[in-house]
């Protein structure tokens, strides 16, 4: 459907609006009282948040977002159905295959949470060359007193799966170094940097590359960052583990749409499902893996 037709069954006046972007793709607006938000319809991935009086909170890289290809470094794009690389397949999509789809445009409303824009995505010939199992996900974002991004998973096949995944969040930060996490503290985590195990001491500090899954977490994150002056939560359901992640300088200079400055300008705090916290769903079963981000001002 394009984006008059979009607009015309799911557009909501004030609310809900379609745009082609500049990269010729139909991005979907969320336009609540408390802020805004946008959502590609190519890939379902939340490309903005902003509160109301706030700045984004959310980082993108612009020369990704001004062509609309993937993959789109920034915003929150989703991981499935395995997190990083293949098993046992190199030559298969790094974090699966569903940044690469067009998702369909299922409903959209106004309650008293907030915006929403409810969107799927279905197996198909192509899906089942890459991953031999039937399935449904249904992605529904809300923006209202903060942003909710709920990706339900429901296995359609005759026989169990198991699955991996993320919603890999990209935020914005005014200086990374400046920047600590706080709510892992007590949490192991394997360092995939190093490829090795530790637990968490104190606040999370980024001074050089991260990549770490830390692992049998529900806990909610707040990341602080003095400069802008505030706090970004992130809180999840359905999610047992978190991944923070910084490519740093050498390896964001290997990544075309980082701009020189990226690395220092944004951190990855995922809601995720993986490693030890790979899934098994049932034929028939669902599962529902949600973060839920708001910004918290310093008093």
């Not at 959209?108 to 449904?136: C, I, K, M």
Request: with cysteine; aromatic share 8%.
């Amino acid at each position: 459907m394009d984006r008059t037709g979009l607009q015309a069954r799911f557009g909501l006046a004030g609310r809900v609006e379609f745009v082609d972007d500049p990269g010729g793709m139909v991005t979907a607006r969320l336009m609540a009282d408390e802020g805004t938000a946008t959502v590609a319809l190519y890939r379902g991935q939340v490309l903005t948040y902003q509160p109301v009086g706030g700045p984004p909170l959310l980082w993108a890289s612009q020369a990704a977002l001004k062509a609309n290809r993937p993959p789109v470094h920034g915003g929150i794009p989703i991981c499935w159905p395995w997190f990083g690389a293949h098993p046992s397949d190199p030559s298969k999509p790094l974090h699966g295959f569903v940044r690469e789809r067009w998702w369909q445009v299922d409903s959209s409303g106004v309650n008293a949470t907030g915006v929403w824009l409810q969107l799927s995505l279905s197996h198909d010939e192509t899906t089942l060359a890459l991953w031999p199992y039937a399935f449904r996900l249904t992605l529904t974002v809300t923006v209202g007193k903060h942003l909710e991004v709920a990706l339900k998973i429901t296995n359609l096949d005759a026989e169990a799966f198991v699955w991996s995944g993320a919603l890999h969040s990209y935020f914005q930060v005014t200086d990374v170094t400046q920047c600590g996490i706080i709510g892992l503290e007590g949490v192991t985590y394997f360092d995939k940097v190093t490829h090795e195990t530790h637990t968490q001491s104190g606040p999370v500090n980024i001074g050089a590359e991260i990549d770490r899954v830390y692992q049998g977490t529900t806990a909610t994150c707040f990341l602080e960052d003095p400069v802008q002056g505030h706090t970004i939560r992130i809180a999840k359901q359905g999610s047992h583990s978190t991944v923070i992640w910084n490519p740093w300088h050498a390896k964001a200079e290997q990544i075309p749409d980082f701009a020189d400055e990226a690395s220092t300008s944004m951190i990855c705090i995922e809601t995720a499902n993986a490693l030890a916290a790979t899934m098994m769903l049932a034929p028939d079963e669902s599962h529902t893996m949600m973060a839920i981000i708001d910004r918290l001002e310093k008093k």
